[in-house]
């Protein structure tokens, strides 16, 4: 009797052994979201299935400004975005809450990120017709920083470089469509509006694609508390841009149904490739830095070792 208790026993371990465990739940990630194309590819990897291929949950949660994504994110009701690394410093200023884990969208040649645009009625043609003129840009954010390194790029002095502070993108086009601004700085694609209103591009970031970029960020305790989540995250990521830039027609869906694209330009508009794998650079990190420490934006260093994590890209 005991030996047949004792294979039973041993049967029943095995058995119980080679059955199946319920799955784990995949963690949920809550990605806060402006209407920017800097935002494609994530809406591709769910139109795709891919984020569940790799076995995570995504949400997204739309926000209508940058203010209104920090405050998310700061009360911990998002756990990752598409920033900058200006947005991840400010973060960072006192202990490390985010880090930047990847490129979201680079300019590339032909494809720039930001463009600083004159009014038609301003009769300014060229970059050197901006010195001295008041550029509208929402102050202290990345469009006032890619602005003054372009142009510092493109020889002018501190005192040719003038800017105006406009912070709301539709002020900035409507007072550039009537001219009561002679230039102004827009990302794409709002700046091909500007071009349809008779608005003149005269410079744009797409040779120097070291400040113009976005990444894609997360609350550090969201990747301390769920690594495989970011893991997978970013897997799916990188197919989904792989499967954007193979064929970009096959998503201007996605273009019109997360408004990411203004309707008037559904039709010509022209997806930009995006970045394969990849973070920011030290070098691309520090001259942020140093440039909101020279607008007294920040006093203090933020470190880039802890602030950016390209540990978890494929």
Same mark, same amino acid.
């Given at each position: 009797m005991q030996k047949? =208790?004792?294979? /039973?026993? $041993?049967?029943? &371990?095995i058995v119980a052994?080679?059955?199946?465990t319920p799955a784990q739940e995949a963690a949920t &990630? !809550?990605?806060a979201v402006l209407p920017i194309i800097d935002t494609l590819p994530m809406y591709v990897a769910q139109q795709e299935g891919l984020f569940a291929k790799h076995g995570v949950n995504v949400e997204f949660i739309p926000v209508a400004s940058a203010p209104e994504r920090d405050q998310l994110l700061a009360a911990s009701q998002a756990d990752g975005t598409v920033n900058e690394t200006l947005a991840v410093m400010l973060f960072n200023k006192e202990f490390i809450q985010m880090q930047a884990v990847r490129y979201a969208l680079r300019p590339a040649e032909g494809y720039g990120h930001f463009f600083i645009l004159a009014s038609a009625q301003s009769g300014i043609t060229s970059v050197d017709g901006l010195k001295g003129v008041e550029i509208g840009v929402s102050q202290g954010t990345v469009i006032e920083y890619v602005t003054e390194r372009l142009l510092q790029s493109e020889g002018f002095a501190a005192d040719e470089i003038k800017t105006i502070a406009v912070p709301k993108i539709p002020d900035r086009m409507s007072l550039l469509a009537s001219g009561e601004l002679?230039?102004?700085? =827009?990302? *794409?694609? &709002?700046?091909s509006l500007v071009v349809a209103q008779g608005g003149v591009i005269v410079a744009d970031d797409s040779t120097h694609p070291e400040?113009? /970029?976005?990444?894609?960020? /997360?609350? !550090?305790e969201v990747i301390d508390a769920n690594p495989d989540a970011i893991r997978g995250f970013l897997a799916a990521i990188e197919e989904a841009t792989a499967l954007l830039n193979a064929d970009p027609s096959k998503y201007k869906n996605v273009l019109n149904e997360q408004n990411l694209v203004p309707p008037? &330009? $559904?039709e010509t508009y022209q997806t930009p490739p995006f970045p394969s794998a990849g973070a920011p650079t030290e070098a691309e990190w520090n001259d942020a830095l140093n440039w909101l420490k020279e607008k007294g934006i920040l006093t203090v260093d933020v470190s880039y070792a *802890?602030?950016?994590n390209p540990a978890f890209l494929p």
């Open positions: 047949k =208790m004792i294979i /039973f026993l $041993l049967v029943s &371990l052994a080679c059955s199946p &990630l !809550k990605i002679q230039a102004g700085v =827009m990302p *794409d694609p &709002l700046a400040y113009g /970029f976005s990444i894609i960020s /997360f609350r !550090k008037p &330009l $559904l *802890d602030s950016v």
